[in-house]
T-cell receptor
Framework: QQQVKQSPQSLIVQKGGISIINCAYE??????FPWYQQFPGKGPALLIA?????SEKKEGRFTISFNKSAKQFSLHIMDSQPGDSATYFC???????????FGKGTTLSVSS | KAGVTQTPRYLIKTRGQQVTLSCSPI?????VSWYQQTPGQGLQFLFE???????NKGNFPGRFSGRQFSNSRSEMNVSTLELGDSALYLC????????????FGPGTRLTVT
């Protein structure tokens, strides 16, 4: 049973455009939702995270939008750059010390 | 501040052998989690340790085990290796006892032949 569903699987965006990646979760006990960025040959790097008590969090060009009632959250990358080309993973966790449940990942390519 | 370090970075083993992977967390971090990453299954949780105690375990067979030392360093062991164990094994550490913000190391690429 896949508890976190991520879409799209791949995404091509023009330089300067907005990249949008969506995730949906099933378990209402989840209370922490991070996004990770992974480059080939590297481990995932924590990008930004949100708790369900807020609907939006912004850090630089990266924004998480969170819809608790719909059990969905999304990552928006504004002014996408070629250096943003990577695989992005959404994840969810339900309490301290438990597993991060990851989506399947989205491969983003930003064309110059 | 140094990040999470994992050794070795690459490993080739034969079916039936066993392997031990090592992880040194970020200084001051006491929670260490292990994940397996494969193209087919994605990132899957193996287990998590805090203060030398395993707090949570994922859905993996008993061939996968781990431990944490008093300095928070952790090791994971896989016995009787199978071809399907070929994967990138990632270690993540967390500062807080709640383990929410997890920072990953570069991983150990294990190939089983």
């Amino acid at each position: 049973q896949q508890q976190v569903k991520q879409s799209p699987q791949s995404l091509i965006v023009q330089k300067g455009g907005i990249s949008i990646i969506n995730c949906a979760y099933e378990n209402t006990a989840f209370d922490y939702f991070p996004w990770y960025q992974q480059f080939p040959g590297k481990g995932p790097a924590l990008l930004i995270a949100i708790r369900p008590d807020v609907s939006e969090k912004k850090e630089g060009r990266f924004t998480i939008s969170f819809n608790k009632s719909a059990k969905q959250f999304s990552l928006h990358i504004m002014d996408s750059q070629p250096g943003d080309s990577a695989t992005y993973f959404c994840a969810a966790s339900r309490q301290a010390g438990t597993a991060l449940i990851f989506g399947k990942g989205t491969t983003l390519s930003v064309s110059s | 501040k140094a990040g999470v370090t994992q050794t070795p970075r690459y490993l080739i083993k034969t079916r039936g052998q066993q392997v031990t992977l090592s992880c040194s967390p970020i200084s001051g971090h006491r929670s260490v989690s292990w994940y397996q990453q494969t193209p087919g299954q994605g990132l899957q949780f193996l287990f998590e340790y805090f203060s030398e105690t395993q707090r949570n375990k994922g859905n993996f067979p008993g061939r996968f085990s781990g431990r944490q030392f008093s300095n928070s360093r952790s090791e994971m062991n896989v016995s009787t290796l199978e071809l399907g164990d070929s994967a990138l094994y990632l270690c993540a550490s967390s500062l807080a006892s709640d383990g929410y913000e997890q920072y990953f190391g570069p991983g150990t690429r294990l190939t089983v032949t």
